[in-house]
């Protein structure tokens, strides 16, 4: 067993939670207030097959299986930077990792026949639902289930195809459906919801969310009996969000994502649920620099564009902005509070699992075009 673990930076967190744990985690730490994470910073995958390092991924599968946590695909720039034209590579590998009392050791490392990345993970009692998320063609439709045997042996399992490719939406599964959309489908940005039977393989059109037509990177949890969707993107980033009534296939409008006077995106941003009332988010694109970002790229020209590739692409991590705030939403009181900050650059993309009394954010985007490889591993302190 290999241990990734060797040396860390311990980090305090001040953070109040309430029930935190993913469905087939949640126990130890039910119901305790929770006054702080201690951080360890270090550490990271090793390299895919065929590259000398890993030098960190963004859009990966992530979930939790029996007892391993399982995380792969993601996609960096590895020969060039994104700011030179660099072109995005998208990998199969797959690791399986072991939590150790917050020290992940890694079990096994494998490779799907395919690429993987953007595509909707999902933890269930089952195993790891994984939907769409391939640049493949042939994959981009498919539905697998994810599993680990008593050894952390990856099993593979075809459940169906949907009738569309599908990258950078969302999808949560209650009983035997999933539900999923928004995002890219087939290649194309939209608003589109779905539900997939896992049983059968069908796949029934759902009520559209209401608001913008397009929606890119959305963030979203089955709380109680719906589905709560917050902000997304495409041509400019998001801050409103939307309750999915599951009886009555129909979207009513909740609270922005916004603390105070001040309206947050979480484009890119990903979740974890605490309860059956609330969710947890880390990361999201800061809203004023990606909507500036996203006018330029798409209207200067010639030498202008250049120039502003050049220092767009140039800043460091903090002058993007993004979203460092640990943010809360609770169902019942329809409100977001920000619990304090990741003492870490703000991830997009990464893969962000919790387990027991533990939180693990994984890889991740820290700024356009550049991952980290860091794995950051969170011990819950609670009150006494």
Request: hydrophobic fraction near 30%; proline fraction near 3%.
């Amino acid at each position: 067993m290999k241990k990734i673990w060797k040396y860390g930076v311990l980090l305090a967190l001040p953070l109040v939670l309430a029930g935190c744990g993913n469905k087939p985690s949640e126990g130890s730490n039910k119901n305790k207030e929770i006054t702080s994470i201690k951080w360890t910073v270090d550490g990271a995958l090793e390299a895919q097959k065929g590259q000398s390092k890993n030098i960190g991924t963004a859009g990966l599968l992530y979930g939790k299986t029996k007892d391993y946590i399982v995380v792969g695909g993601g996609a960096n720039f590895p020969e060039e930077p994104v700011a030179k034209g660099g072109a995005k590579k998208l990998y199969p590998d797959i690791y399986v990792l072991k939590n150790e009392n917050g020290d992940l050791k890694q079990v096994d490392h494998t490779t799907l026949d395919y690429e993987i990345g953007y595509g909707s993970s999902i933890t269930t009692e089952e195993g790891i639902y994984y939907v769409g998320g391939s640049p493949n063609k042939e994959e981009g439709n498919n539905v697998s289930l994810i599993t680990t045997d008593e050894k952390g042996k990856i099993g593979l399992k075809h459940i169906g195809d949907l009738p569309f490719t599908f990258s950078d939406g969302f999808a949560v599964k209650k009983d035997k459906d999933i539900y999923l959309g928004l995002g890219k489908q087939d290649g194309k940005a939209s608003n589109k919801v779905y539900k997939f039977n896992v049983e059968t393989g069908k796949t029934e059109e759902l009520k559209e969310i209401p608001g913008e037509p397009t929606r890119n990177q959305a963030v979203a949890q089955l709380l109680g009996d719906d589905i709560y969707v917050f902000s997304g993107g495409d041509k400019i980033a998001y801050t409103d969000g939307y309750k999915y009534s599951i009886k009555d296939n129909s979207w009513t409008q909740v609270a922005d994502v916004k603390i105070g006077s001040e309206e947050i995106s979480l484009l890119g941003a990903n979740s974890v649920k605490l309860n059956e009332d609330e969710m947890l988010v880390i990361g999201g694109f800061n809203k004023a620099v990606y909507d500036d970002a996203v006018k330029n790229l798409n209207t200067l020209k010639d030498e202008s564009l250049a120039e502003f590739k050049k220092e767009y692409f140039g800043r460091d991590p903090q002058d993007f902005a993004w979203n460092t705030k640990v943010l809360i939403y609770n169902s019942k009181n329809n409100e977001w509070k920000s619990i304090g900050d990741v003492p870490f650059n703000a991830p997009c993309g990464e893969a962000l699992i919790l387990d027991g009394d533990n939180i693990f954010s994984i890889n991740g985007e820290i700024k356009p075009g550049i991952r980290t490889n860091k794995i950051y591993s969170g011990e819950l302190i609670y009150k006494k």
